[in-house]
């Protein structure tokens, strides 16, 4: 179903964007707009009736809302193919999914939760962690590049999803009170602002500092006193050159809750691989687990070894008592 779906809007998108002679994803911008307010669209201001009526024809009304996003996902994936920073990717479902395992543990007292994605592109991750959560959720993102931030806006307005974007650079501060959740697919590389850097604990004299580094700062300063943050790290974060002010950061803010290895399968080699980084904000009341969960998680199509891996991360947060 979401094979066909996509396949119907990819062909629309292709379409328009060889009669207008423009790129796929501004193109993509332009059919989702539409979907988007086509109820409104009175038939006399309508210049191209044929594109209405196939935009009409998506049908996104009878898919579910996680149906919705990944066939969204899918055009969006096609479009950042080609000539794009590495950071324009998006984040895997697998890493939503587990991060949906570890929000349920930590949060499993509460009804409602004030989520916010520092860094949230297409809004994939967020909009996919939201599908999943059974509770209410008060969600924001925040995305510097103008292109992502429409496709964001337009993808979980379609998933009837609500979510209050910042488009501003994530390093910058925010108009926005600390929240129960960060979570990010932190972008790895240097921040080229070092006056702005100059303010953060992590900031290193010598170099550009890792924007990473700064994202983890900046995502602990906006969360609630014993709130969580859930970061996906490259695996290298704490063997770099610039680790220590990282290391000294974290041992004064929050505690380490767990540290756990993606599935090398979802990733393009062993260099890109990648691990979930959970902590949890020091408060009056938190004190740090015996242990951290340490674990390497398996790929889902590998039933058995899932089985085992999440009954051994069940018993840790009972004896944890999160």
């Given at each position: 179903?979401?094979?066909?779906?996509?396949?119907?809007?990819?062909?629309?998108?292709?379409?328009?964007?060889?009669?207008?002679?423009?790129?796929?994803?501004?193109?993509?911008?332009?059919?989702?707009?539409?979907?988007?307010?086509?109820?409104?669209?009175?038939?006399?201001?309508?210049?191209?009736?044929?594109?209405?009526?196939?935009?009409k024809q998506l049908e996104f009304e009878t898919l579910k809302k996680d149906q919705v996003r990944k066939v969204?996902?899918?055009?969006?994936?096609?479009?950042?193919?080609?000539?794009?920073?590495?950071?324009?990717?998006?984040?895997?479902?697998?890493?939503?999914?587990?991060?949906?395992?570890?929000?349920?543990?930590?949060?499993?007292?509460?009804?409602?939760?004030?989520?916010?994605?520092?860094?949230?592109?297409?809004?994939?991750?967020?909009?996919?962690?939201?599908?999943?959560?059974?509770?209410?959720?008060?969600?924001?993102?925040?995305?510097?590049?103008?292109?992502?931030?429409?496709?964001?806006?337009?993808?979980?307005?379609?998933?009837?999803?609500?979510?209050?974007?910042?488009?501003?650079?994530?390093?910058?501060?925010?108009?926005?009170?600390?929240?129960?959740?960060?979570?990010?697919?932190?972008?790895?590389?240097?921040?080229?602002?070092?006056?702005?850097?100059?303010?953060?604990?992590?900031?290193?004299?010598?170099?550009?500092?890792?924007?990473?580094?700064?994202?983890?700062?900046?995502?602990?300063?906006?969360?609630?006193?014993?709130?969580?943050?859930?970061?996906?790290?490259?695996?290298?974060?704490?063997?770099?050159?610039?680790?220590?002010?990282?290391?000294?950061?974290?041992?004064?803010?929050?505690?380490?809750?767990?540290?756990?290895?993606?599935?090398?399968?979802?990733?393009?080699?062993?260099?890109?691989?990648?691990?979930?980084?959970?902590?949890?904000?020091?408060?009056?009341?938190?004190?740090?687990?015996?242990?951290?969960?340490?674990?390497?998680?398996?790929?889902?199509?590998?039933?058995?070894?899932?089985?085992?891996?999440?009954?051994?991360?069940?018993?840790?947060?009972?004896?944890?008592?999160?």
């Amino acid at each position: 179903m979401i094979e066909h779906h996509f396949k119907h809007l990819d062909q629309l998108v292709e379409e328009e964007a060889n009669r207008i002679d423009g790129n796929y994803l501004d193109t993509l911008i332009d059919i989702l707009n539409l979907k988007l307010i086509e109820s409104d669209i009175k038939e006399e201001a309508i210049e191209d009736k044929t594109l209405i009526d196939k935009v009409k024809q998506l049908e996104f009304e009878t898919l579910k809302k996680d149906q919705v996003r990944k066939v969204i996902e899918l055009a969006i994936l096609k479009g950042l193919k080609d000539g794009v920073q590495s950071q324009h990717l998006i984040t895997p479902d697998t890493i939503a999914s587990y991060m949906v395992y570890i929000i349920e543990k930590v949060f499993h007292r509460q009804k409602e939760i004030r989520i916010f994605d520092l860094v949230s592109g297409s809004g994939n991750l967020l909009t996919a962690v939201m599908n999943q959560l059974n509770m209410s959720i008060s969600a924001y993102g925040s995305e510097v590049d103008p292109t992502l931030i429409e496709l964001s806006l337009l993808s979980a307005s379609l998933q009837k999803n609500q979510v209050e974007f910042f488009h501003q650079d994530s390093i910058q501060p925010f108009l926005l009170d600390p929240v129960d959740l960060v979570i990010a697919d932190l972008p790895v590389g240097y921040y080229p602002d070092d006056e702005r850097a100059k303010s953060f604990k992590v900031h290193v004299d010598h170099n550009h500092t890792y924007a990473h580094h700064l994202l983890i700062e900046q995502g602990l300063k906006y969360t609630k006193e014993a709130g969580f943050l859930i970061f996906v790290i490259p695996n290298s974060l704490f063997s770099s050159d610039q680790a220590q002010k990282l290391h000294m950061l974290i041992h004064e803010t929050a505690h380490v809750v767990a540290l756990l290895q993606l599935p090398a399968s979802i990733f393009k080699s062993e260099q890109n691989a990648k691990s979930l980084f959970v902590l949890q904000k020091k408060g009056e009341k938190t004190t740090a687990p015996k242990e951290v969960l340490l674990a390497q998680l398996p790929s889902f199509k590998d039933i058995k070894a899932t089985e085992n891996i999440v009954n051994k991360m069940n018993h840790w947060f009972d004896q944890a008592g999160y």
